[in-house]
Nanobody
Framework: VQLQASGGGLVQAGGSLRLSCAAS????????MGWYRQAPGKQRELVAG????????YADSLKGRFTISRDSAAKNTVYLQMNSLKPEDTAVYYC???????WGQGTQVTVSS
């Protein structure tokens, strides 16, 4: 099983980024997936999740700014749309196949003030 994350980068405060994560390998056709992030010196935290049925959940502090979604064709590709980014959103963002040990390699998001 492989998860390939992409889309990170450097953006100014107030800007937007969209992260992508594609899962492949010996997995079900549609899987619950999640995005996590880890800032320097901090623990990894859940950002957002999406179930196989399409239900979504978010960290309370991020509701309204971040949106998780699933590709309509490639069901095991999920996106994280991040708007109104703040310097405190700076972190390495990881995707996860929910309930498994499978993680993407992480993509760096840096928000400058």
């Amino acid at each position: 099983v492989q998860l390939q994350a992409s889309g990170g980068g450097l953006v100014q405060a107030g800007g937007s980024l969209r992260l992508s994560c594609a899962a492949s390998g010996r997995i079900s056709s549609i899987n619950a997936m999640g995005w996590y992030r880890q800032a320097p010196g901090k623990q990894r935290e859940l950002v957002a999740g999406i179930t196989s049925g399409g239900s979504t959940s978010y960290a309370d502090s991020l509701k309204g700014r971040f949106t998780i979604s699933r590709d309509s064709a490639a069901k095991n590709t999920v996106y994280l749309q991040m708007n109104s980014l703040k310097p405190e959103d700076t972190a390495v963002y990881y995707c996860n196949l929910s309930g498994t040990r499978f993680w993407g390699q992480g993509t760096q998001v840096t928000v400058s003030s």
